[in-house]
């Protein structure tokens, strides 16, 4: 059983700044892949930011020079700093982690259960 824990969404002014973390545990024997996907009201489910374990960073278009994606790999954590937000960033925000739970051979992805972030003035 793998657990993702998120924290750090809320309301924010536009320009303003927000850090999300999130913490994976349980039965991990490894992780490939760590990041952040977003869903706002009547849209698909995107992507924002990922991070291998090799330390190759993927942004979508829309939040580089904004976001930055941060990972701990011993500490099993993976943090998004956005600054500059915009209200088309406003979305449900999930953490997103590509791993092998033990003593399984084959990786799976796990999901957050995912924290609101609001750009309003």
């Known amino acids: 059983q793998v657990q993702l824990v998120e924290s750090g969404g809320g309301l924010v002014q536009p320009g303003g700044s927000l850090r999300l973390s999130c913490a994976a545990s349980?039965?991990?024997?490894?992780?490939?892949?760590m990041g952040w996907y977003r869903q706002a009201p009547g849209k698909q489910r995107e992507l924002v930011a990922i991070?291998?374990?090799?330390?190759?960073?993927t942004y979508a278009d829309s939040v580089k020079g904004r976001f930055t994606v941060s990972r701990d790999n011993a500490k099993n954590t993976v943090n998004l700093q956005m600054d500059s937000l915009k209200p088309e960033d406003t979305a449900v925000y999930y953490c997103?982690?590509?791993?092998?739970?033990?003593?399984?051979?084959?990786?799976?992805?796990?999901w957050g259960q995912g924290t609101q972030v609001t750009v309003s003035s």
């Open positions: 997103h982690v590509y791993g092998r739970p033990y003593p399984s051979t084959t990786p799976y992805p796990y």
């Open positions: 349980g039965s991990i024997f490894s992780i490939n892949s």
């Open positions: 991070i291998t374990s090799g330390g190759t960073i």
